[in-house]
């Protein structure tokens, strides 16, 4: 099935537009014509205030890689989901009271957010940005959790009338697009696309959906260009396709997002959310950290800061923490060495632990970090914010 339409709307689920956009698959079927009651029927309702339940509901990716690592980092944040049948779309996590995890597919948990069938979610930030469209119900609670990375971008052949192009600016100014012959994009993102090619100056353009990879849509002449999502390229390069400068919509990664109706609303929501963002916060800026304890040889504790302190990559988290290490000498006790804690990248181990030799540390221990905990996490004072509260 072919629909082609001109598209003037200030319908809440779709931004301003006035834009031709042909769209050819069997499974468009939301129109700006449509009536609330019938975007009610594909979204779920939209009411103005949350469904009467008592219980907590949390989104999950119920597929993929992107289900997987979600599961992980729970897991690592001591917030392990307990399904007692895989097969089953409903879970729980102990540690958290009064709430239920869904199973859902991701654009599915954007849409249920937006109904007030759940509450919570943990999707990929393009997803959000696509079935989301910008509605302001929807809030980013912790928009970088450092997984799922990609990027949706525009790629077009390497050759013919494209070989010399490389930016959308040229891409743009292109003669060949015309009311008549439009620039043909094969992309899933119809919401997202459209909006970036306006943006971009790109007035003639057609969208189309296709089954399968879209990389394929160029070299059998059924697209001109894809906008897609890429991770490292290298599929696009070895289909004979390129990224061009200007060219990428967004850069995407896993986020947990919430209602806004429901955080103000439903009793509990705002309570668990605080509860995960702090576990999560925690977790994230304890990767790749590790913690290094050493004895070094000092006349005070103040003279072992100072040394510590002349070194920029010893200088951890806040500052080292310097104690005395007692022994019994000549059968009394003195303090002769310090003990002293400091907090280090990863990637700055080994040139931190030869400063640390070099200025007198010995007996080093190093010990990988699992949380670090800070007096109050940014991310919530920024979720409170946003609530007005």
Known sequence: MAVTMWMT????????????ISVKSPKWCCYASQSQSQVALVNGNPGSRVTERDEIRLGLPS??????????LLKDCQLSV?????RQYVAGIPQLSNLEVWFQRPKDIVRKLLSGDLDLGIVGLDTVSEYGQGNEDLILVHDALEYG??????????????????????????????EEK????????TYLGPKFMKENGL????????????????????????????SSGTTLRENNLKEIEGGTVLESQAVLVASRKSLIQRKGVLETTHEMLERLEAHLRAIGQFTVTANMRGSSAEEVAERILSQPSLSGLQG??????????????????????????????YKSIQQLRAIGGSGVLISPLTYIFDEETPRWRELLSKLGM
């Open 9 to 20: 709307t200030t319908h809440p689920r779709f931004s301003t537009m006035s834009f031709h």
């Open 63 to 72: 597929k993929g890689r992107m289900s997987a690592d979600t599961l992980e």
């Open 82 to 86: 307990k399904q007692v049948n895989p």
């Open 149 to 178: 990375d990609c990027r949706l971008s525009l790629a077009i052949p390497q050759y013919g009338i494209f070989e010399s192009i490389h930016s959308i600016k040229e891409l743009a100014q292109m003669p060949q697009w015309t």
């Open 182 to 189: 439009p620039l043909r994009v094969a992309t899933g993102f």
């Open 203 to 230: 007035k003639h353009v057609t969208f189309s959906t296709a089954d399968g990879a879209l990389e394929a849509a160029p070299a059998m002449g059924i697209a001109d260009a894809i906008l897609d999502l890429v």
């Open 320 to 349: 080292p923490t310097v104690s005395p290490v007692f022994c019994k000498r000549d059968g009394k006790v003195t303090a002769d060495y310090y003990a002293i804690v400091i907090c280090v990248p990863k990637k700055a181990l």
